[in-house]
């Protein structure tokens, strides 16, 4: 007893020689936080090291070592206090997160990519902290392999290696006139036959040398430039072209760069064509491939980029197409998304509302391709419902309807078959807006359906499928415009994504209006079409179609009409099914009922197909309804 009572005493005493450990090891994390955050590595290492001589298994205290090492390149410390780190929490991600730096630092590729393939197989949710970080690893060892392969090419005395060297240095000489610099731009661009050129311009300090020349600065960056400096800034937009495609060390140099981020944005704006041009050529480069959006994204003020490129669209040539290409690209990334929005209903609406009233004035490929881009950005729920709530940007999309119903150039087409996209997908919202132009809307749709144009026939039944829902009026409108049998018409004729939309706006016809349940009986024989699409296996359609078949069984004798059909046994199998889609099973337990309610000999074949409890459990939805 005596010997468990010490051992008792002593456990009791570590536990609290511990807990106060533990007190004064966090305190002096907090101590070394402090002084990280202040860029003073030194103290914080040293507090991050007394308080491990407190507690030598607190992982966050050799963690945070690491990082403080990596700030001070210390790269095979951090490796160390990494290890000690994992050795208290084998699954820490901090740990070699940190490690992978470090050995990537020390030009360990595959050490580095063991540690970020660990991260990814501990939290499979870091996969694009994963992809991050192996990008990084991947475009680190290509640079160092660029490097190696230029100095051998230079030191074996190719001759367009020694070239760029010696034409840096004599762009090198200051207090030129600016005539003289231009030239030198000119044959070096000249000299950019691969990646040996690109690699030795950047390891010869290209980079610096022409950024911080002050005559070259000067005109660069003039706010008005007159002739020779409009041709300067062309020429140095033609090398930086030459020096960055496909090389993306040499691509995230020329961005990093202070005057870069200004420029770029008043190039664009410069109204310049030349210069413009060159401009666009350049991000081009970077949009078209992940990594370069990315240094994008990451470098530039974005914020105004939308509309200063959808300005292009007034342009005749090949301006036009460049900007949209690279708004096609840049919309892929999320954080361009996130910094549109910033100036999206102020800046980026009206001018977008002006392009399509002007619509006879601009470049029509590039509207159809711009109002694409803005369709796309409705992905993003903060743009859509800005666009959705704008009256302008509606009367503007009704106004170039009506513009193209009057051409029949595949021009007209094009732009048609976009801004019905885009209302498609404005019309997933719902607002004061879109029910005051609802009937508008559903009129300019109607001619649409007797397009020769499939894809516009499908948008526009689309469109009608997503706006009568907002307003009665439109509703009784189109029926009295014989929607329901240009409806029936494209359910016969088939294809999925028509039949969706089709079936769609016959059940909202047909919910609330009378004339369109008693079109449907009188359009479509004894229900074959309705009948047809309860055996799709798409659910959305059959959910419908069973809502259909639903609404217009009150027309009297449409339930009769179904005395010799198998519509109970499709009913039951649907009622009683397990589609993912509850509205399916709903839709058609109410059918069933209401067949049954109108026409009551159907029950004696529902009774042989065992089918009355699904009916019974349908009469809660047929007293709802």
Not at 495 to 504: D, F, P, R
């Amino acid at each position: 007893d005596g010997f468990l009572a010490v051992l008792e005493k002593d456990a009791r005493e570590r536990a609290k020689r511990r807990k106060r450990n533990e007190h004064l090891a966090n305190a002096l994390k907090e101590k070394g936080n402090d002084a990280f955050r202040k860029g003073d590595y030194v103290t914080a290492i040293e507090k991050y090291t007394e308080g491990l001589e407190k507690l030598k298994d607190k992982q966050e205290l050799y963690t945070n070592r690491a990082q403080a090492y990596l700030k001070m390149h210390e790269y095979e410390k951090a490796i160390g206090d990494c290890e000690w780190a994992l050795k208290c929490n084998e699954k820490c991600i901090k740990a070699y997160f940190q490690m992978g730096k470090a050995h990537l630092a020390l030009k360990h590729f595959s050490e580095s990519r063991q540690c970020y393939q660990k991260i990814l197989e501990i939290d499979p949710q870091k996969e694009s902290l994963f992809k991050d970080c192996m990008n990084e690893v991947n475009l680190e060892e290509k640079r160092m392999n660029e490097e190696e392969r230029a100095l051998k090419e230079f030191q074996s005395g190719k001759l367009t290696a020694l070239s760029v060297k010696e034409l840096l240095h004599k762009l090198d000489r200051p207090d030129q006139n600016i005539l003289y610099y231009m030239g030198g731009i000119r044959v070096l661009t000249g000299a950019m036959r691969d990646c040996t050129e690109q690699t030795l311009f950047r390891t010869n300090d290209g980079f610096s040398i022409i950024n911080d020349n002050k005559v070259i600065r000067q005109g660069f960056c003039a706010e008005r430039k007159d002739a020779v400096e409009v041709e300067l800034s062309v020429s140095l937009l033609f090398l930086w072209q030459a020096v960055c495609t496909g090389n993306e060390e040499n691509q995230r140099l020329l961005l990093t760069h202070p005057d870069m981020n200004v420029q770029l944005s008043k190039l664009l704006s410069s109204g310049v064509p030349e210069i413009q041009k060159e401009t666009l050529a350049l991000i081009s480069l970077y949009s078209e491939t992940e990594n370069g959006r990315r240094l994008l994204v990451r470098h530039q003020d974005l914020t105004k980029w939308l509309q200063v490129l959808m300005m292009f669209v007034n342009s005749p040539d090949a301006r036009a197409s460049s900007a949209m290409n690279i708004l096609t690209h840049l919309t892929k990334e999320e954080n361009f998304k996130t910094q549109c929005r910033i100036k999206f209903s102020t800046d980026v609406l009206p001018l977008f509302s002006q392009l399509l009233t002007s619509a006879k004035l601009v470049n029509w490929t590039a509207l159809a391709h711009c109002i694409g881009i803005m369709g796309d950005l409705c992905a993003d729920v903060v743009m859509r419902k800005q666009m959705a709530d704008c009256q302008e940007c509606w009367q503007a999309c009704l106004k170039l309807v009506d513009e193209c119903l009057g051409g029949s150039t595949p021009k007209y087409h094009e732009c048609l078959f976009a801004v019905l996209g885009l209302m498609m997908n404005l019309l997933l919202e719902s607002n004061a807006a879109i029910q005051y132009f609802a009937v508008d809307v559903s009129r300019r749709c109607m001619p649409l359906l007797s397009s020769k144009d499939g894809r516009i026939v499908t948008r526009a039944i689309g469109v009608l499928s997503r706006v009568l829902p907002a307003s009665s009026l439109a509703i009784e409108e189109v029926v009295k415009g014989g929607v329901v049998k240009k409806m029936i018409k494209f359910l016969k004729a088939g294809g999925q994504i028509t039949s969706s939309y089709a079936i769609k706006t016959l059940s909202i016809c047909t919910k609330s209006n009378s004339q369109a349940q008693e079109e449907v009986v009188k359009s479509d024989k004894r229900f074959g079409v309705l009948l047809k699409l309860l055996d799709s296996e798409n659910e959305m359609i059959v959910g419908n179609a069973a809502f259909c078949l639903g609404q217009c069984l009150v027309v009297p004798g449409a339930a009769t009409s179904l005395l010799n059909s198998n519509v109970v046994m499709i009913l039951l199998k649907h009622a009683g099914g397990d589609a993912t889609n509850t509205s399916v099973q709903e839709n058609a337990a109410i059918a069933l009922g209401k067949l049954c309610v109108a026409e009551p000999r159907h029950i004696f074949q529902l009774r042989e197909l065992n089918g009355m409890a699904i009916l019974n459990s349908s009469v809660k939805y047929v007293h709802r309804v």
